[in-house]
């Protein structure tokens, strides 16, 4: 089965990657943004004995940090 | 009683044998070096240092995956038992991914790697690493990262502040660090961060000996304990 984990930074944190990106995106003539957040996007493919409670321990353990990103897990069926 | 340092060496770590150089120039033994994957620290270690660099290539976050190698545990315990344990730059990452330090190391405002020595104000000379310095005094230091913007949310930073846990700050913006924040102190006051590299300022042939001092004050602090 496949595992989709979202993470992005908490609001409130400032993200200079988000803000280049919005900055490179005026200079190609895009308007109307108003404001660009980047994240990451991390695929597993898992055993269907993998609990929800796992998947969470994951995130905590190692794939986010939760001082600055929060998380969203999605199974996605095959 | 000869002083027993240690520096860990990750895959990617480039400033380890300039932290062993520095120990090594200061305590007048050879530092122990020590590797990632080991299982165990060497016993009766006075001191431990977490050397700079890019472990794991810094993959998924700076410092993320060096946090949970095998002789981190055995860092954490040796910190929990009270060893002094200095985290420099990707040392400063690991500490805070393996929650050994509060807050997060995040991108630079600028996005961009930033390589130049930098004023910093000693906020707190009272710490065993920062006991021969002055309160207040501003010393030269290089930093070379991309990765330096220290964040914590407003609680942490609150309590760092109070607790006088902020150990060094920029004397000016440098990398858009929440308080200028530089270098931080753990609760009992024995695991320091810092991103600037005092390991590459210990004589004057390399543009400052500010350095210098602070493994001096951890050197010292073990010979009087």
Known sequence: MKVRISISLKPG?????????????????FSGIEDVRAGRLIELEVADSVTDEQLDEMCRKLLANLVIENYSIQRIAP | MSFRGAVVTFPGSNCDRDMAVALEAVSGTPAIRVWHGDAELPERLDFIALPGGFSYGDYLRAGAMAAKSPIMRSVAAA??????????????QVLTEACLLPGALMRNASQLFICRTVPLTVENSQSLFTAAY???Q????????ADGNY??????????????RVAFRYAEPVNGSLHD?????????????????????????????????LFESAVKSLVEA
Request: aromatic letters at 2%; hydrophobic letters at 40%.
């Open chain 2, 151 to 164: 964040f914590a949310d407003e609680d942490t930073l609150a309590r760092l502040e109070g607790e006088g």
């Open chain 2, 138 to 145: 501003v010393v030269r230091i290089p930093i070379a990262h």
């Open chain 2, 79 to 92: 910190a929990e038992r009270g060893v002094p344990v200095l985290g420099v730059c990707n040392g400063f």
């Open chain 1, 13 to 29: 944190v400032l993200d200079p990657q988000g803000r280049a990106i919005h900055h490179a995106l005026e200079g190609l003539g």
């Open chain 2, 181 to 213: 924040i530089a270098g931080v102190l753990n609760e009992a006051g024995n695991v320091l961060g810092m991103m600037p590299h005092p390991e590459r300022a210990i004589e004057d042939a390399l543009g400052s000996s500010d350095g210098r001092a």
């Open chain 2, 134 to 136: 002055e309160q207040g």
